[in-house]
T-cell receptor
Framework: KNEVEQSPQNLTAQEGEFITINCSYS?????LHWLQQHPGGGIVSLFM???GKKKHGRLIATINIQEKHSSLHITASHPRDSAVYIC??????????????FGTGTRLQVFP | DSGVTQTPKHLITATGQRVTLRCSPR?????VYWYQQSLDQGLQFLIQ???????AKGNILERFSAQQFPDLHSELNLSSLELGDSALYFC???????????????FGSGTRLTVV
């Protein structure tokens, strides 16, 4: 079983819809990262969370440490949000390294 | 620009050859991480260096090696290349190990390696 599980694997939406991507993990972590990758492109860090909730523009990320679960929400989705969204965790002070353990990603397509 | 610079952006080479990928970390960051992204394996951690010394090792093949130089840039050397080594190779940097929460984590734009 993967240490980081994401769902759904694929997601299609109409422009304007509210989108939720979920991430569950099974290890102790110091931080959870939400990353965005456009086709053929580099990786952009959207959020890094150790507790609570963060908001940036139309993106909201939440984490529940007790339940080992995080969600990424996109409000008023737009075609430019089409990308792969990747959840990753780092053990940080719980381990001796900040290497990331990745989920398999969620491919999002938003149609006009 | 994330502050992490990777060169080259694209590399096409033949099987059996050797290549070197280069990464310059964000200014002030002492720790460098290498990741491989392939179609069948997704993103995987290869190796981490901190201030010139190897800090952690992941699923890195014996044909691959890395080092971090005194100016903190890092190189990933891939030798005896096989078709299956074709992938995107990402570098990331952070200030110190175990300080991700406070100081962040930055990815480079990657090097796309194609082995033919």
């Amino acid at each position: 079983k993967n240490e980081v599980e994401q769902s759904p694997q694929n997601l299609t939406a109409q422009e304007g819809e509210f989108i939720t991507i979920n991430c569950s993990y099974s290890v102790g972590i110091s931080a959870l990262h939400w990353l965005q990758q456009h086709p053929g492109g580099g990786i952009v860090s959207l959020f890094m969370l150790s507790s609570g909730k963060k908001k940036h523009g139309r993106l909201i990320a939440t984490i529940n440490i007790q339940e080992k679960h995080s969600s990424l929400h996109i409000t008023a989705s737009h075609p430019r949000d089409s990308a792969v969204y990747i959840c990753a965790v780092s053990k940080g002070w719980l381990g001796n390294t900040d290497k990331l353990i990745f989920g398999t990603g969620t491919r999002l397509q938003v149609f006009p | 620009d994330s502050g992490v610079t990777q060169t080259p952006k694209h590399l096409i080479t033949a099987t059996g050859q050797r290549v070197t990928l280069r990464c310059s970390p964000r200014s002030g960051d002492l720790s460098v991480y290498w990741y491989q992204q392939s179609l069948d394996q997704g993103l995987q951690f290869l190796i981490q260096y901190y201030n010139g010394e190897e800090r952690a090792k992941g699923n890195i093949l014996e044909r691959f090696s890395a080092q971090q130089f005194p100016d903190l840039h890092s190189e990933l050397n891939l030798s005896s290349l096989e078709l299956g080594d074709s992938a995107l190779y990402f570098c990331a940097s952070s200030f110190l190990p175990r300080t991700v929460v406070r100081y962040g984590y930055t990815f480079g734009s990657g090097t796309r390696l194609t082995v033919v």
